[in-house]
């Protein structure tokens, strides 16, 4: 028993620690500054790549029948409160659950409406300061503040054009709100403060200057389509999109829309690249059943809508993008989700300068939402989770040493 013990815990100081001194695994870290003073990380997996550590299933919420507050019907928010508990926005029931650390129930606020503490069209959640659960309403033009117990607090008017989406702001530094948007060919970082009075506005790219005019029968990522009187795009299955995030510094992650490499870049809003972090692992394919099956899918929805042209398939990349998703633990750490060939999910760990730390496996048993980023506190994640029927439960996983005699 005190082996076991000994063993978790040296696992356990590889995720959470900060130190950068090289990778703890026997992973290669390359580290090289560039001319413009950009700093360029390469990590190198081993010939055989193996997880660091596995997420295993402590705690279920969710239901597949009734209407109690665990019965969820779409989910576009999630955080951790103090003491393990959590909270979900339901979009559609505009509801804001609360839960205790053992799934039981606490309290629901909101509703549809238009009156104080209610939502009309709620589409993300955020943890504020003293704990307090920050809701964006566009429809209804604020952004509305709970208690997690207590219920409504205040709300603040708040003029914003995301609609039917899910939120992509991000509160930094319990004192500011980044909202990215997006105004004809142009991409702007709205800030505010927590009154949501705008008090900056800057660039959002790590390009410099937004390119030429948006053409939508050029975009290497959507198929076209000519409707009366418009047109309609339509993502092109397995295409490697930007994926962005925010960090709790108010510093900007993202890899590059169109590229399939395992490559991502920190850079200030309004300023320069400072970090680039390469990671060497080997490419998923696109297997032919995942690629059958997605061209049956869109070859019956352009019949359903009574169109016999066909789209080129040869689109359809041969493999899958290798950053689906970069998100931050409450420590600090930067988690990047990746394909695994197996079908499941990768979680790659990197210290935030861009050393590998290790690699968190999740089986192909779960379906993980690409609405909602995970939750990763100390040894313990939340992860929202589809199962077959796509009905959405919360689970509380355990982060543990994926091979015991070997937790590093």
């Given at each position: 028993m005190k082996r076991s013990w000994t063993l978790l815990v040296m696992a356990w100081v590889a995720l959470v620690g900060c130190?950068?001194?090289g990778s703890p695994s026997d992973w290669t870290t390359l580290r090289d500054t560039l001319p413009s003073g950009t700093v360029?990380?390469?990590?190198?997996?081993?010939?055989?790549?193996?997880?660091?550590?596995?997420?295993?299933?402590?705690?279920?919420?969710g239901s597949l029948e009734g209407t109690g507050p665990d019965a969820f019907?779409?989910?576009?928010?999630?955080?951790?409160?103090?003491?393990?508990?959590?909270a979900v926005l339901d979009s559609q029931a505009q509801e804001l659950r609360v839960f205790g650390s053992d799934g039981a129930h606490i309290a629901t606020h909101g509703g549809k409406g238009q009156g104080p503490g209610e939502f009309v069209d709620a589409n993300g959640l955020m943890l504020g300061p003293?704990?307090?659960?920050?809701?964006?309403?566009?429809?209804?033009?604020?952004?509305?503040?709970f208690d997690p117990?207590?219920?409504?607090?205040?709300?603040?008017?708040?003029?914003?054009?995301?609609?039917?989406?899910?939120?992509?702001?991000a509160m930094v530094d319990g004192s500011r709100i980044y909202r990215p948007v997006e105004t004809g060919n142009r991409r702007l970082l709205r800030i505010f403060d927590l009154t949501m009075t705008q008090v900056d506005s800057l660039p959002l790219s790590s390009d410099g200057p937004e390119g030429e005019e948006f053409d939508p029968t050029r975009q290497p990522g959507a198929f076209y389509r000519e409707t009366n009187g418009g047109y309609m795009m339509y993502?092109?299955?397995?295409?490697?999109?930007?994926?962005?995030?925010?960090?709790?510094?108010?510093?900007?992650?993202?890899?590059?829309?169109?590229?399939?490499?395992?490559?991502?870049?920190?850079?200030?809003?309004?300023?320069?690249?400072?970090?680039?972090?390469?990671t060497r692992r080997p490419a998923v394919p696109v297997t032919e059943a995942e690629r059958d099956s997605v061209i049956d899918g869109m070859r019956q929805m352009l019949a359903d809508m009574g169109v016999s042209r066909q789209w080129d398939w040869t689109r359809i990349p041969n493999v899958k993008p290798a950053v689906e998703d970069i998100f931050e633990s409450d420590e600090g750490n930067l988690w990047v989700r990746t394909p695994a060939a197996d079908g499941g999910v990768l979680f790659d760990v990197y210290s935030e300068e861009g050393g590998y730390l290790g690699t968190a496996s999740l089986g192909p048993g779960f379906s993980l939402s690409d609405q909602v980023a995970p939750v990763v506190r100390g040894d313990l994640a939340w992860l929202v989770v589809t199962d077959e029927l796509d009905?959405?439960?919360?689970?509380?996983?355990?982060?543990?040493p994926a091979n015991p005699e070997n937790p590093s």
């Open positions: 130190g950068d001194t360029h990380v390469t990590n190198i997996p081993t010939a055989n790549v193996s997880p660091t550590w596995t997420l295993v299933e402590e705690l279920r919420v019907a779409y989910l576009k928010g999630l955080v951790v409160l103090d003491g393990g508990g959590f003293g704990g307090r659960l920050w809701v964006p309403d566009a429809r209804n033009g604020r952004m509305s503040v117990e207590d219920g409504f607090v205040e709300s603040f008017p708040f003029a914003d054009g995301n609609v039917n989406w899910t939120w992509n702001g993502g092109i299955p397995f295409f490697a999109s930007e994926v962005r995030y925010i960090d709790s510094r108010g510093t900007v992650w993202s890899t590059r829309d169109g590229d399939s490499e395992y490559r991502l870049s920190r850079w200030e809003p309004g300023g320069d690249t400072t970090l680039v972090v390469e009905v959405p439960f919360v689970v509380r996983a355990r982060i543990i």
